[in-house]
Structure formats: C-alpha cells, structure tokens
C-alpha cells in the first residue's frame, strides 16, 4: 500500500474553510481528500464523475468548479439536497440523484464514496470501469464492496491518503486493465489486523513518524 503525504494547496485550504462555515457542514470532506481529486483531475482526462453520498455538496461543487466534467451526484437526505442545490447554484453538469434506483451504471472515469447505501454502490460498480475510486474517510463496508465488484476484473492498488496537519485521511483505489493487486483474502486479512489491541496505536506512531520525515524534507 502506497502512503501518500499530502501537501495541501492554499486553494484547498480556502475552500475547505469557506464551506465549512455552512449550514450542515459538521462532516464534510476533509482536505486531505479534496487536494487527492484535484491531483487527480489534474492529471488525468476526466469527463464524467460519480459521487456517493454528497451532502451538502462539498466535494461536488469543488469538482464542478474545478474540472469542465460532468458529475453524477447520489443524496437522500432531504436538508442535504436542498443544501447542495443551494451551494451548486444548480449547475447545469450536475445531475442530482435522490432515489438509490435511479443510480445507474454508465461510463464514469472517476467515483468518490462519501456515504451512500452499500447495496446500491455494489450494483452500480458491478456495470462500470472507473479509473479510480477514492473514499472520503476510511468506509471499510464501501471499500468491500467495491473489492468484491472488481475482483478478478481488474488490477487493484491501494493509496493511503494523509495529512500532514493531523487531518482526516481517506483512501484512494486504482484500478488497471488486467487482474492483480490486492484481493479480498488481503483485505480480509488487513481487517482482521486492523481490529487486534495496539494496531492503530502502532499504525499511528508510524504515520507522525513519516510525518515528521516529510516535514523537516520541506
């Protein structure tokens, strides 16, 4: 598993804290996980993004205002939909989804999980070949079933994404043409590690310590 040091762009920054003074902003994406898509969409051609869980639409209106793509986005929560169509300005490349039937599978070059209900992510990804899929947060119930949706169709790595202000991280999964990479005995197996007494304690310490390392590097 690749773990990745974020250096977190003033811009980032700005827009993080612009939105998290809105109204129903208590779990909104951490920047950690805003500045891994805008590495991302910097990079790479992306044209179509679906997003799972979208809250108030945070991540939705920094992908929107960020890339000329058009993004697919799946919220339930009557406040939250309001609030989104309020922060988004109803952007014309947004498509609001608020029934979990209404997701269907379709060309996507990028998903971002936030929340969502886990049946529907399963069904959906089943149909789809996305490059990358990052996940707001850790969301181990998600990144098994995207696993299990992939599994033995394509090659799988994994990215750790972290913040070097001691901010919320997330995970990032890339998937390549061909089989390989992690398979669900691995993530059985990570998750049974994960659950015995002084393994985040252990993960913790290992994390400020590379911290600490890309710290005094800049």
């Known amino acids: 598993m690749k773990i990745s040091i974020l250096k977190i762009e ?8 612009k939105f998290h003074k809105k109204e129903g902003s208590d779990e909104i994406a951490a920047p950690a996980t805003l500045q891994k898509l805008l590495n991302i969409i910097r990079r790479e051609s992306v044209h179509s993004i679906l997003e799972f869980g979208a809250g108030i639409g945070t991540i939705t209106k920094f992908l929107l205002d960020n890339t000329s793509a058009h993004v697919t986005a799946y919220e339930h ?3 939250c939909i309001q609030k989104m169509k309020e ?8 498509t609001l989804i608020t029934n979990p039937k209404e997701v269907v599978s379709g060309e996507y ?3 971002v999980i936030d929340g969502g ?9 089943q149909g789809i070949s996305p490059k990358h899929v990052v996940f707001e947060g850790y969301r181990w119930d998600a990144q098994r079933i995207v696993l299990n949706s992939v599994k033995g169709k394509r090659s ?5 994404l972290v913040d070097p202000d001691g901010g919320k991280g997330g995970y990032v999964m890339h998937l390549g043409e ?9 993530i059985s197996l990570f998750n049974e590690l994960r659950r ?5 304690k252990l993960v913790r310490s290992s994390l400020k310590k590379l911290i600490r390392k890309h710290k005094k590097g800049n």
């Open 156 to 160: 799988i790595s994994y990215e750790k």
């Open 109 to 111: 070059d990028l998903v």
């Open 10 to 17: 003033d811009k980032v920054k700005e827009f993080y804290h």
């Open 178 to 186: 061909g089989r390989g990479g992690y398979t669900s005995a691995r």
């Open 77 to 79: 929560n009557p406040f």
């Open 117 to 125: 209900d886990i049946e529907t992510i399963g069904n959906v990804l």
């Open 87 to 94: 922060n988004t300005n109803n952007d014309p490349r947004l």
């Open 196 to 200: 015995k007494r002084g393994f985040y």
